[in-house]
């Protein structure tokens, strides 16, 4: 008996999708024509696609490149359509400063917002280990992440491993119930929160259980070589020197590693120093590293976020001033 295939659904809502699709639906038609083995349902901003899962996996992908096009031009055609089903792009070859770089979830078109982020972008293809460092909100762990998901979808890496320093910021956790995952997942949320913008929640369930995508605590890191692998460490300077050292020298064949941090939240017991500074000043001028700094015209949360780093920072050089 033939299996029934699973649903999935996908939402125009950040686009003009009756546009998107054509007068009469023509575009819909034909795109209807090239996945015959799919079932595609359209309410309005809401698509439907039924099928087996490497057949909606592959129209996610395609869908994806349409969406990204149409983002570009205005406008979608044959011409276009068959171009992404032979090539996966319409313009091979040609970068873009507003490229996205994951189609998300819900319609989310994720994508470098501001100047330093789309210098994040061009390091990561450039150098195979990158350091962003910078302020809170400005987009660095997050499109790290978008980058990595990235070059798992395209085949670029087999894997993605995400890992941060288990550090309280000033609070004590105490003896959390549940199992080793449960426990240290609270630690590793911010990425978890990255990950669900951009994929489906049953996908990162089915990538966690087969080891495509794995979220760990640096300590984890240790004695293992990552090859063929999109490797992130988040809240680097919440690492030692020592802790830093061992992660980097992780990196094995097929390896992207990005590090990111902040060195105005270091959260590290008293006593302790950020391997982060250090780092950055003996690797700056190795070749096949890239750095990128940003800073508060970056920050992408709410508007007051940047209000409250600029204030920190005329507290901070108030209080270097006093004798």
């Avoid at 057949?55 to 490149?65: G, Q, R, S």
């Avoid at 994951?102 to 390091?123: P, Y």
Wanted: hydrophobic share 40%.
């Amino acid at each position: 008996m033939e299996e029934p295939g699973i649903e999935r659904l996908f939402s125009l809502d950040e686009i003009d999708y009756q546009r998107f699709w054509g007068a009469n639906g023509r575009m819909l038609d034909f795109v209807r024509l090239l996945f015959p083995k799919i079932k595609i349902v359209v309410r309005g901003e809401m698509l439907k696609a039924i099928g087996s899962e490497d057949d909606i996996d592959w129209f996610d992908e395609k869908l994806a490149a349409m969406l990204s096009h149409f983002e570009r031009h205005g406008s979608l055609g044959e011409e276009a359509v068959m171009r992404i089903m032979e090539s996966g792009s319409t313009e091979p070859g040609k970068e873009n400063s507003d490229e996205v770089l994951v189609h998300g979830r819900n319609g989310l078109l994720v994508k470098a917002r501001t100047a330093n982020q789309s210098r994040l972008v061009e390091m990561v293809a450039a150098n195979d280990l990158v350091f962003a460092v910078g302020p809170a909100g400005t987009g660095k762990t997050y499109t790290a992440v978008a980058l990595a998901v990235r070059a798992l979808k395209n085949k670029e890496v087999r894997r993605i491993v995400l890992t941060r320093p288990a550090v309280e910021a000033g609070e004590n956790l105490g003896y959390l119930p549940g199992d080793l995952r449960d426990k240290l997942d609270p630690y590793l949320q911010p990425l978890y929160d990255a990950l669900r913008d951009m994929l489906p929640p049953q996908k990162i369930d089915s990538y966690r259980d087969d080891g495509t995508i794995e979220i760990a605590p640096l300590a984890f890191m240790r004695g293992r070589t990552l090859d063929n692998a999109f490797v992130i460490l988040d809240e680097a300077q919440n690492a030692t020197a020592a802790q830093l050292k061992m992660f980097l020298t992780r990196m094995g064949r097929n390896a992207r590693f990005v590090v990111t941090g902040d060195l105005t939240q270091i959260d590290l017991p008293h006593r302790q120093q950020s391997g982060l500074p250090q780092a950055l000043s003996i690797l700056r001028d190795v070749k096949g590293v890239g750095i990128v700094e940003l800073d508060r015209s970056d920050v992408v949360r709410h508007r007051l976020v940047a209000e409250i780093i600029r204030a920190y920072e005329r507290q901070a050089a108030n209080d270097s001033t006093r004798p």
